[in-house]
């Protein structure tokens, strides 16, 4: 017989054997099950606390340098990823906790040859990041900047879960930069790297102020962290509170760790006074929210391995107009916000491709890998079914068109999907994908006619093991292991979606800064010989399980 407690609090009282509740009355004298129903019952009030208690990381996936805002009793975060299409998530919540994607800012940044794979060109690590979420006279206005295009760009909209969204750019690409609206009406942008500027706009937003020249805020906003600088201070973010200015920066120092820098002043254009507002675990980079209870948080990240850029939820107390941060200094566990529902199903989901025929838009959990090419995915071609055609030459999956992802998550995730190979084409190669420069994947190759079922691995020094098929539908599991940062990636094929077998070796999975990005699920096809060919997935489904403990024979 054991106890338990359900994640709602309620008490679970079952016979590990039988689960039977009459053996149960009958094996236990009265007075023995009524000291236990009474100590359950002193016990509950505080295990349903427990139970309600949220916990860091907010979400355990790749959600990097979050910029937050509360509009009412809604909560908006956008978020970073880099090189996919569409660009620049913003995020929806009731309690800073349980988060849903409500859209996207822009359906494609652009149209070159670095964000459409062309001609051998790419832009990882590029597009877009570091975005800054802001909400002025009944607008919403989300900025980025892009190293790809070398612009500024703000995007507005009425309504975030219905847009439109409308668009405008400038030169130059402000790094870093920080929207900020003065109660003057007058908007600007705070950016840079060690020497944070700030430049006016124009009212229309469309570009800098040409009557303003630029001027620097804070000469060297590094200084406060210590005078032995690998990463200068940057990540701005400003805000106005009780009539001081806040700027939140990032440094990190040399053989330190990624550290929260906080400037205050009374006017905007400064002189500001700083000092180091967080250095624990290398939680850092993001700014303060305010809930509708009048509690605080700093909304904060931190690099976690192959997984990604974590996002973090500390409280923050203010002392003589500084915001405190953490408790004790450090970042706590567990913080004082309802309890996450144990599921990221608003970040990552499964998808059955059931559309109707005219219906072709994919969920927002999804996004490609660089510009899609619309005319080479389909869900009519083959009803029920995503198919993907390679339309484009490639010479490996870094370089493949219309690869499509969602991000991988912790502490250990898994994905299945069901494949039709029977339209691939010599040359093809088709499969699930872990994706980062480091990738791997597991899927089908059409060699002279024939089907092989094969891994390959970015690194690998060894020939991958091929296996042929004579069937044309193939199952395909890849897991992923993220706890105590073990970063393990393994691979596993079936013929009847029942019995499955590992494949390949282990992937050693590496967060690279060419990526800039946490590990993907990737499905794709590609053609190296000839293009045409196709393969139709039937389904996507995600799970934290893991089929050996992550550990294959």
């Known amino acids: 017989m054991f106890t338990t407690f359900s994640v709602t609090g309620r008490l679970i009282i079952t016979d590990s054997k039988s689960n039977n509740m009459k053996l149960f009355k ?67 919540s009731k309690d800073m906790i349980n988060w849903q994607i409500a859209g996207y800012a822009y359906n494609t940044l652009a149209s070159n040859d670095e964000l ?46 219905k847009g439109p969204w409308k668009s405008t750019s400038f030169s130059p690409a402000l790094h870093d930069h920080s929207l900020f609206f003065d109660d003057n009406g007058k908007a600007y942008m705070i950016y840079g790297g060690g020497r944070i500027m700030i430049a006016e706009l124009n009212s229309d937003l469309s570009g800098l102020n040409p009557d303003v020249k630029p001027q620097i805020l804070i000469e060297n906003a590094s200084l406060v962290g210590g005078s032995a600088q690998g990463l200068p201070a940057e990540g701005s973010q400003l805000f106005k509170i009780k009539g001081k200015y806040y700027l939140f920066n990032i440094c990190w120092p040399r053989g330190g760790m990624r550290t929260v820098l906080v400037h205050r002043s009374d006017k905007l254009h400064g002189p500001y006074e700083g000092r180091i507002g967080l250095q624990d675990k290398g939680v850092a980079q993001g700014g303060l929210v305010e809930t509708s209870k009048g509690a605080w948080y700093a909304y904060l990240f931190r690099d976690f391995g192959a997984v990604g850029r974590i996002p973090y939820l500390v409280p923050v107390n203010w002392a003589n ?35 109707p025929h005219a219906k072709t838009k994919l969920p927002l959990v999804w996004q490609w890998n660089h510009n899609p090419d619309n005319e080479m995915w389909s869900f009519s071609q083959h009803p029920g079914h995503l198919r993907l ?165």
């Open 321 to 355: 107009d500084w915001p405190v941060i953490g408790v004790a200094g450090k970042v706590p566990e567990k913080i004082d916000l309802p309890a996450a529902r144990g599921t990221l199903s608003g970040i990552v989901a499964s998808d059955e491709f059931n559309r």
């Open 389 to 553: 055609t390679g339309g484009h030459m490639a010479t490996n999956l870094l370089d493949a068109r219309n690869t499509l992802t969602q991000r991988t998550y912790g502490p250990t995730c898994s994905a299945v999907t069901k494949m039709d190979v029977s339209g691939m084409k010599d040359g093809d190669a088709a499969g699930l994908a872990l994706l980062q420069k480091k990738y791997g994947w597991v899927g089908v190759k059409m060699i002279k006619g024939l089907k092989y079922i094969t891994t390959e691995v970015s690194d690998a020094t060894s020939e991958p093991v091929k296996i042929p098929v004579g069937q044309s539908t193939i199952y395909l599991r890849a897991e992923c292991n993220f706890r105590e940062r073990q970063d393990l990636g393994t691979y596993y094929y079936s013929l009847d979606g029942k019995q499955w077998t590992s494949i390949g070796s282990v992937l050693h999975m590496q967060y690279t800064i060419p990526h800039f990005m946490g590990y993907r699920f990737a499905l794709f096809n590609y053609a190296t010989e000839s293009t045409g060919g196709y393969a139709d997935f039937d389904y996507f489904r995600v799970s934290t399980d893991l089929t050996r403990g992550n550990n294959p024979d």
């Open 116 to 161: 459409n794979l062309n001609n051998g060109k790419n832009a990882y690590s590029k597009g877009t990041w570091a975005s800054s979420l802001r909400y002025f006279k009944g607008t919403f206005y989300v900025s980025t900047f892009s190293a790809t295009t070398g612009k500024t760009y703000i995007f507005s909209t009425k309504s975030i879960e």
């Open 26 to 92: 009958e094996k236990f004298p009265v007075f023995i099950k009524k000291v236990i129903i009474l100590i359950c019952f002193a016990l509950l009030p505080n295990l349903y606390v427990l139970a309600q208690e949220a916990r860091n990381p907010i979400i355990y996936a790749d959600v990097p340098d979050i910029s937050m805002i509360r509009v009412g009793d809604n909560y908006y975060m956008s978020s970073t990823t880099m090189h996919m299409s569409p660009g620049l998530p913003i995020m929806k």
